[in-house]
């Protein structure tokens, strides 16, 4: 698998960025994880719109979903023009019906459900999704193919269940909103210190800190989430890759 970071701000994009978005790229399929403000534009810098065949929403959230209009104009408008004759598939939860309905936006684009504890197959990839705490109902993903697997917390508090559906994942991709000495738990998020014991605990090889705060120095999650995890710890960056390779 390779995983692109498309977009890696919580709560509104820095100038030329993004929020949340992440392009993930298995044997000819094409998934978007998010698609939140100013993704639809960094996009198409690594893959062309008319390309992406699945798009998965974590949850409602505008840094999270912001582009998701824009996103089904592109396909209506590759579709209208041939420049492809498949449907784009957006993925969510059915716990906001009004969110999820906005999914589908005929004739280009179908919204379809996904349930916590069912698999969920995007060619040879296989995502399952975990409940995390956070304002809104919102799920964590787990992604899995050839034996390589990777977890994206999506928002939330630091939850032991999550330690436990990150076990052994190759990489964790997990939100890091605050820093140490900040308390998150009220706003829902995670510090640093928790991204890195959740890495810690769950066993996994490498840690992606993301979903990063508009204040402070970003260098100082990394050294926070070091002292609890002993593995390579990185910070999200627009186009940061990352193979997942046996
Ligand atoms: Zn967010
Ligand atoms: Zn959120």
Not at 23 to 31: I, S
Request: hydrophobic share 40%; glycine share 8%.
């Amino acid at each position: 698998m390779k995983i692109t970071v498309i977009g890696f701000w919580g709560a509104y994009p820095e100038k030329g960025e993004a929020t949340s978005c992440y392009l993930v790229e298995h044997n000819n399929m094409t998934v978007v994880i998010d698609c939140g403000s100013g993704a639809v534009s960094q996009l198409q810098n690594y893959i062309e719109l008319k390309d992406v065949d699945a798009v998965v929403f974590s949850h409602y959230h505008a840094d999270h979903q912001a582009d998701l209009g824009v996103m089904q104009y592109a396909r209506i408008v590759d579709k209208a023009i041939g420049r492809t004759s498949d449907s784009l598939l957006m993925y969510g939860h059915r716990e906001d019906e009004a969110a999820f309905a906005s999914l589908t936006k005929e004739p280009a684009v179908e919204g379809l459900p996904y349930n916590e504890g069912e698999a969920l197959h995007l060619g040879e990839m296989t995502f399952t999704f975990s409940r995390t705490d956070h304002p809104v109902p919102c799920f964590a993903m787990r992604v899995e193919a050839d034996g390589q697997s990777f977890v994206f917390t999506a928002d939330t508090t630091y939850m032991d269940s999550l330690v436990e559906f990150s076990e052994g994942a190759d990489l964790l991709i997990a939100e890091t909103s605050f820093y140490a000495d900040q308390d998150p738990t009220n706003f829902g998020h995670m510090n640093s210190t928790e991204a890195g014991r959740m890495a810690r605990k769950a066993g996994v090889k490498q840690l992606v800190l993301t979903h990063l705060p508009h204040f402070g120095e970003h260098p100082d999650l990394v050294k926070e989430a070091k002292l609890e995890f002993d593995g390579t710890v990185e910070l999200a960056a627009t186009g940061k890759v990352i193979e997942l390779k046996n």
